[in-house]
Antibody, heavy 122, light 108 residues
């Protein structure tokens, strides 16, 4: 069965950096695009970033452009999110999720990890 | 970007009743690329519906989606106790992907 396990969250000061990882199993990782979605405490879902199956392009929401970078290593079945210059409003649970389309360009999200909490505070 | 507005914000119903949740888009959602998710406290979202009306794997038949253009509906017939949760719509017809703000379905 599909499993997505995030790691790397924690408490960081404003201006600091973190790298999130998402270990995937149960499907052919190199055939599917992957997403990061976040959820601030008590708030709704916000799409953060998407990377196609081959890593050929990277898409980020405007509020994180220039600070966050999505990447993947298909040899390790792992998705990453490098987060730099973190701000208090980046505090959220970060979910990785699998794209629903084979070789897709960003669609619905059919499997989700349990999330990892990032807290940005001094 | 396409803004999705869900209504109502909160819906109070009893088990056994039917529920109708709506999602209105600020622009036409191309190819009806609209999905619905269910989220329970402390859990990840779960995909219910994609393509406006296709049920995801393992989703019970009491969940159905409909709509096109800018107006979409999630219908839950005969609510079960485990259906009380927050529901989100999401469009993927135009970048960036966007989510609605959610509808909380609570037990009356």
């Amino acid at each position: 069965q599909v499993q997505l396990v995030e790691s790397g969250g924690g408490v960081v000061q404003p201006g600091g950096s973190l790298r999130l990882s998402c270990a995937a199993s149960g499907f052919r990782f190199s055939d599917y695009g992957m997403h990061w979605v976040r959820q601030a405490p008590g708030k709704g879902l916000e799409w953060v970033a998407f990377i196609p199956y081959d890593g050929s392009n990277k898409y980020h929401t405007d509020s994180v452009k220039g600070r966050f970078t999505i990447s993947r290593d298909n040899s390790k079945n792992t998705l990453y999110l490098q987060m730099n210059n973190l701000r208090p409003d980046d505090t959220a649970v970060y979910f990785c999720a699998k794209d629903g389309y084979y070789y897709g360009s960003g669609s619905y999200l059919d499997y989700w990890g349990q999330g990892t909490l990032v807290t940005v505070s001094s | 970007e396409i803004v999705l507005t869900q209504s109502p914000g909160t819906l109070s119903l009893s088990p056994g009743e039917g529920a109708t949740l709506t999602c209105r888009a600020s622009q036409i959602v191309s190819s009806n690329y609209l999905a619905w998710y269910q989220q329970k406290p402390g859990q990840a979202p779960r995909l219910l519906i994609y393509g406006a009306s296709s049920r995801a794997t393992g989703i019970p038949g009491r969940f159905s989606g409909s709509g096109s253009g800018t107006d979409f509906t999630l219908t839950i017939s005969r609510l079960e106790p485990e259906d009380f949760a927050v529901y989100y719509c999401q469009q993927y017809g135009k970048s960036p992907i966007t989510f609605g703000q959610g509808t909380r379905l609570e037990i009356k």
